[in-house]
Structure formats: C-alpha cells, structure tokens
C-alpha cells in the first residue's frame, strides 16, 4: 500500500475494495489524523520491543503507527469483517497479532502471557465508545501486570473519569480514580475521524494501581450508595441504597471516620471513600455490583 493507513483516500480505497461497511454500534470511526495518531504513541512512550495490547485495530492507523516503532502489537478485534482489510494492511509485520473477538470475553490473562510472556503490557486503544466504561473496568478489575492505559474516549467521559469535585465528579469518578492515576493528555476534535461522530473525544493516560488491602467490591457499592441520591446526605443515601446494613451502623462508621453524616458524596474524596470502606461493616450481598452506566 502506498502511504501511510490514515489518510482518508486510503480508508477510502479499503473500504471500496473489501465493500467495508462502517458498523455504527461497534463504535467503528476511524482515526484519519496523522499528528493525533503519533501524538497517542508518544504519549504512550511506545518504543521498540514494547509489549503493546490494542482494543479495535479498526483497519490498522494507530497499529501500523505502533509497528513502525518496532513495538510487538496484540490487537483484539470484534469484527471478523475486517479481517481481509487488516490481512492487507498490516499482513506485512510480523510483530503485530490480530485475536478477533470481543475485548470483554476474552481471557485476558491468558492471552497476554501467550504473547508476551511476563512482560509488562502497555495498553493503547481508539475505544469503541459504546464500551467504554465496562472496557476500562475490565482493564483494571485485577492485576494484569499492565503499567499504562492510553485510550480515547469520548471528551464527556473523560471530564467525568478525571473530575475531583463539581458536577463531572461522580461515582465513577471516584471508582476509577481508586483504580488509576488518570489524567487527560490530548482533547481530540471529531473531524479526526471518519465517519465523524457526533462528540469531541480525548485521550486519558492511566497508571493502574492495585492495593491488595482494600475491597473493591465493598468500596464500589459504599461508592455506588453515597452517590445514588447525591442531593440527600451521606446517610440518607447510604441507608436508603439497599445496602443490607442498619442505618445506625451507617452513621457510626461515618462518625468514626471523623465524617459529618450530614455531608453530601461529592465532598469526598476517593481517599476519603477508602477510609469510610475501612470502617464499614461488611457488606455481603445486598445492592451495588452491576455494572455502571455509560
Ligand atoms: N484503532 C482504530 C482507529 O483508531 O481507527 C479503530 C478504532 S474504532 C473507534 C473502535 C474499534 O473497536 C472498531 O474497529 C470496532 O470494530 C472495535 N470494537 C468494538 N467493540 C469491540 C469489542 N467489544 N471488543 C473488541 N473490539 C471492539
């Protein structure tokens, strides 16, 4: 192929070619802009010999980008359709692998230590914005010995993944920000893509962090609580949640944190949740686990 994947002809030709159709509820809009492309891998540090997972190669931009700087790229892929497209795109390079099914039903640990080994993994994706939150989830529910996430999501998401305070801080916020070190490096305007979607998007760089002390699961549903009725008190919300604990037990473990029952779940801080989790009783069962809305 002559130059290089991004350009809009290019897509233009492939999709001619292989008669690609753009499935909408994929979240397949493509990446046509160069400089946001190499931006997303510098961010990322990709380098030669890194150990690279990709979710939704697409028809390869920011993969070829990947392997241009000798990085070793496993790509998981829904679409079986595209998998002529990425034949002919990225056939060529040996180091780049293509698995094609859905990012959420794969064993995740089994497939990076066929690939890679024990090597730390470097996560880099365009993501596939119907999934966004059950993606990241997935990425950072265990230890899979990943040192970085840079992903594009879209700008809303990401206002609300990094809020500390303020109407974009929510439960959400504060679940992931227990998860990660997230920061916003990039806002990414919506004609950098084809088709173009409807909202702008940015790119995150998360740092995954794992304390085997804490329960993630207790803390997500005392998360989860708080923030149910965000207008009402702690302890309103809290105790009307359905969380399978006395009302009373409730304030005591807010008072013994030294928290006002009378605060709102936005005056917390995500470390603030971790000290409350810590004086909790232990929930087991009752309401919180599902998953969290897009
Ligand atoms: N990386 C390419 C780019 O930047 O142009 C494609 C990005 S596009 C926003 C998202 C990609 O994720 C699409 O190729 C889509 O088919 C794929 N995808 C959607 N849902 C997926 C899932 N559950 N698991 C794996 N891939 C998925």
């Known amino acids: 192929m002559d130059g290089r994947l991004y350009q809009p002809k290019t897509i233009h030709q492939l999709v001619e070619e292989f008669d690609f159709r753009f499935t909408k509820s994929l979240g397949q809009n493509f990446l046509i802009d160069g400089n946001v492309i190499r931006k997303i891998a510098d961010a990322a540090q990709v ?37 002529p497209i990425l034949k002919k795109t990225l056939g060529h390079y040996p180091q780049v692998t293509i698995h094609y099914q859905d990012i959420l039903k794969v064993d995740l640990r089994a497939l990076l230590e066929e690939r890679f080994g024990q090597r730390p993994v470097k996560v880099v994706a365009n ?39 303020g109407k974009d801080y929510g439960s959400i916020s504060v679940y992931m920000q227990l998860r990660g ?3 916003k490096v990039l806002n990414v305007p919506a004609s950098c893509f084809m088709p173009a979607p409807r909202v702008d998007s940015a790119v995150l760089a998360i740092v995954p962090k794992f304390d085997p002390l ?12 708080a923030f149910s009725k ?7 919300a809290l105790s009307t949640y359905g969380l399978p604990v006395e009302k009373s037990q409730i304030e005591a473990a807010l008072l013994k944190t030294g928290i006002d029952p009378k605060r709102r779940a936005e005056t917390l801080s995500p470390e603030d949740y971790i000290r409350l989790g810590a004086n909790f009783p232990k929930i087991s069962g009752g309401k ?6 897009e």
């Open 47 to 83: 380098s030669q010999g890194d150990a690279v997972l990709e979710i939704g190669a697409g028809i390869g931009v920011l993969t070829e980008e990947m392997a241009l700087r000798g990085a070793q790229v496993l790509c998981v892929e829904i679409d079986e359709s595209l998998r």
């Open 127 to 165: 993501l596939p914005y119907y999934v966004t939150t059950p993606i990241l989830r997935f990425l950072l529910r265990e230890d899979y010995n990943i040192q970085s996430i840079h992903v594009m999501v879209q700008r809303e998401m990401a206002q609300r993944l990094v809020a500390t305070s």
């Open 181 to 183: 070190r997230i920061e």
């Open 214 to 225: 804490l329960d993630y699961v207790q803390l997500e549903k005392i998360v989860r609580g």
């Open 230 to 236: 965000r207008r009402k008190t702690l302890l309103n």
């Open 288 to 293: 919180g686990g599902e998953h969290f809305g």
